[in-house]
T-cell receptor, first 114, second 110 residues
Framework: EAGVAQSPRYKIIEKRQSVAFWCNPISGHATLYWYQQILGQGPKLLIQFQNNGVVDDSQLPKDRFSAERLKGVDSTLKIQPAKLEDSAVYLC????????????FGDGTRLSIL | SQQGEEDPQALSIQEGENATMNCSYKTSINNLQWYRQNSGRGLVHLIL???NEREKHSGRLRVTLDTSKKSSSLLITASRAADTASYFCATADSNYQLIWGAGTKLIIKP
């Protein structure tokens, strides 16, 4: 079974620029999650999709972050404009169903803001 | 918000010794999960224990859950260098949303 794919692995941008991350979940997984992980901390959920609908985006800074999951498969997360505090690893995860099931993670995108 | 709090924050032991890390949480849960994260990689699910279970085993891993104390422990027996990683607990609340702790960094010395 192929795992969760994310790209790019690393990204360096200047503050106020925009950036986008891509995620391809495990085939057949209906639930997709985007997390932000700051160094030394646990993951923080940004947004959760069930198929192509949003289940939870309560911690997504909607003035600068956006996410979509077209056709209920791939997903993109965008930041525009980026701030220094957005420096973090952005992790994508998927699970077959949403109900507290084990999540499968990609290796993440490490974002550095200069 | 973070519910799980792992203890200790960091642990360094000799290869072959057992490693124990703990997780405490605040609200009622449906299940509790442990994950491992190697440096620069994503998290890997290790074990899930439901609220009505008290103990689970998987290979060299043993997880206990005490809902009266709102705590869980992860025991890794006969540690190996490859066990060096950060370990996170995550609790599934009444809405089945996972809430994550800050992790325990485990270093196995050869």
């Amino acid at each position: 079974e192929a795992g969760v794919a994310q790209s790019p692995r690393y990204k360096i941008i200047e503050k106020r620029q925009s950036v986008a991350f891509w995620c391809n979940p495990i085939s057949g997984h209906a639930t997709l999650y985007w997390y932000q992980q700051i160094l030394g901390q646990g993951p923080k959920l940004l947004i959760q999709f069930q198929n192509n609908g949003v289940v939870d985006d309560s911690q997504l800074p909607k003035d600068r972050f956006s996410a979509e999951r077209l056709k209920g498969v791939d997903s993109t997360l965008k930041i525009q404009p980026a701030k220094l505090e957005d420096s973090a690893v952005y992790l994508c995860a998927s699970s077959p169903r949403p109900y507290g099931q084990p999540q499968h993670f990609g290796d993440g995108t490490r974002l550095s803001i200069l | 918000s973070q519910q799980g709090e792992e203890d200790p924050q960091a642990l360094s032991i000799q290869e072959g010794e057992n490693a124990t890390m703990n997780c405490s949480y605040k609200t009622s849960i449906n299940n509790l999960q442990w994950y491992r994260q190697n440096s620069g990689r994503g998290l890997v699910h290790l074990i899930l224990i439901r609220s009505n279970e008290r103990e689970k085993h998987s290979g060299r891993l043993r997880v206990t859950l005490d809902t009266s104390k709102k705590s869980s422990s992860l025991l890794i027996t006969a540690s190996r260098a490859a066990d060096t990683a950060s370990y996170f607990c995550a609790t599934a609340d009444s809405n089945y949303q996972l809430i994550w702790g800050a992790g325990t960094k485990l270093i196995i010395k050869p």
